[in-house]
T-cell receptor, first 111, second 112 residues
């Protein structure tokens, strides 16, 4: 299967704590993207990191990329109940516009 | 002012029926997609259209036929619906240089 894997599958934390999700992928890439999906909704693009970048920040989000290990991590700092959602990484299949999505991490943030 | 819209949001139908899902984007994007998300939340691309031309056609039964009347619309027609077609179908679009994809709210299809 081309599908990437995310770890953990599920994560429960208290508001104010940090949440870290990991993603492993299989093919060489020119970028990696993270998306959020609230229950019953479509996916929302969060952040894109290019293969020549090692780290990128956007507000409370921090993404790292290690192309040698074919892995990425998403850190959400000072989490809020509104961050409760599923988070997916996505990579382009051999640098086409076909995105291969990971299996997702379900994050629950308790108030 | 919805960027990517889909209709209907819910679709419940009997096996063997034919149904269509419509998608429209008002973002001026060049490429549109259909994805299928199963009950385990696995998201898989089905089709991709760029400027009304089919670019990606994954291994999808030929009962599924996308139609793009213009750059802003990509509809999905499904013939002879089967139980296994039950899923949430998402439309998405992108502008080439941005790479990020914008998703519609999804259509939950239930085949009885």
């Amino acid at each position: 299967s081309q599908q990437g894997e995310e770890d953990p599958q599920a994560l429960s934390i208290q508001e104010g704590e940090n949440a870290t999700m990991n993603c492993s992928y299989k093919t060489s890439i020119n970028n990696l993207q993270w998306y959020r999906q609230n229950s019953g909704r479509g996916l929302v693009h969060l952040i894109l990191i290019r293969s020549n970048e090692r780290e990128k920040h956007s507000g409370r989000l921090r993404v790292t990329l290690d192309t040698s290990k074919k892995s990425s991590s998403l850190l959400i700092t000072a989490s809020r109940a509104a961050d409760t959602a599923s988070y997916f990484c996505a990579t382009p299949y051999y640098n086409t516009d076909k995105l291969i999505f990971g299996t997702g991490t379900r994050l629950q943030v308790f108030p | 002012d919805t960027a990517v819209s889909q209709t209907p949001k819910y679709l419940v139908t009997q096996m063997g029926n034919d149904k269509s899902i419509k998608c429209e984007q008002n973002l001026g994007h060049d490429t549109m997609y259909w994805y299928k998300q199963d009950s385990k939340k696995f998201l898989k691309i089905m089709f991709s259209y760029n400027n009304k031309e089919l670019i990606i056609n994954e291994t999808v039964p030929n009962r599924f036929s996308p139609k793009s009347p213009d750059k802003a619309h990509l509809n999905l027609h499904i013939n002879s619906l089967e139980l296994g077609d039950s899923a949430v179908y998402f439309c998405a679009s992108t502008k080439e240089e941005s790479l990020a994809q914008y998703f519609g709210p999804g259509t939950r299809l239930t085949v009885l």
